[in-house]
């Protein structure tokens, strides 16, 4: 039923920091990447960060322009476990955020095959 499994999600202010966690149900990562995505209130589902399945020592990622500088996304294969972690926060960030498994990563949704139900992220101004 569930794939992926998001928490971490809550209310902060603006200017704040959160720190999302990605897991997946009942196995462990595959090699495929993962990504970071975001639905607001009547707005699409838009691309976050992703990371590379890459090895123990080393992964390659990628930040949307809205989340570059301040946004970091990491793997801990002791934990497994990935990461988003979220700083100087801004109202806009606010959404449901989703984690997603692929093949090949990428910005489109499509390239994903594992999802989870999404974690909640409010930002107050």
Same mark, same amino acid.
């Given at each position: 039923?569930?794939?992926?499994?998001?928490?971490?999600?809550?209310?902060?202010?603006?200017?704040?920091?959160?720190?999302?966690?990605?897991?997946?149900?009942?196995?462990?990562? %595959?090699?495929?990447?993962?990504?970071?995505?975001?639905?607001?209130?009547?707005?699409?589902?838009?691309?976050?960060?992703?990371?590379?399945?890459?090895?123990?020592?080393?992964?390659? %990622?990628?930040?949307? /322009?809205?989340?570059?500088?301040?946004?970091?996304?990491?793997? /801990?294969?002791?934990?497994? %476990?990935?990461?988003?972690?979220?700083?100087?926060?801004?109202?806009? /960030? %606010?959404?449901?955020?989703?984690?997603?498994?692929?093949?090949?990563?990428?910005?489109? /949704?499509?390239?994903?095959?594992?999802?989870?139900?999404?974690?909640?992220?409010?930002?107050?101004?």
């Amino acid at each position: 039923q569930v794939q992926l499994v998001e928490s971490g999600g809550g209310l902060v202010q603006a200017g704040g920091s959160l720190r999302l966690s990605c897991a997946p149900s009942g196995r462990t990562f %595959t090699s495929y990447a993962v990504g970071w995505f975001r639905q607001a209130p009547g707005q699409e589902r838009t691309f976050v960060a992703a990371i590379s399945g890459g090895s123990y020592y080393e992964h390659s %990622t990628y930040y949307s /322009d809205s989340v570059k500088g301040r946004f970091t996304i990491s793997r /801990d294969n002791a934990k497994n %476990t990935v990461y988003l972690q979220m700083n100087s926060l801004k109202p806009e /960030d %606010t959404a449901v955020y989703y984690c997603a498994e692929g093949p090949n990563g990428g910005v489109a /949704d499509l390239n994903y095959d594992y999802w989870g139900q999404g974690t909640q992220v409010t930002v107050s101004s």
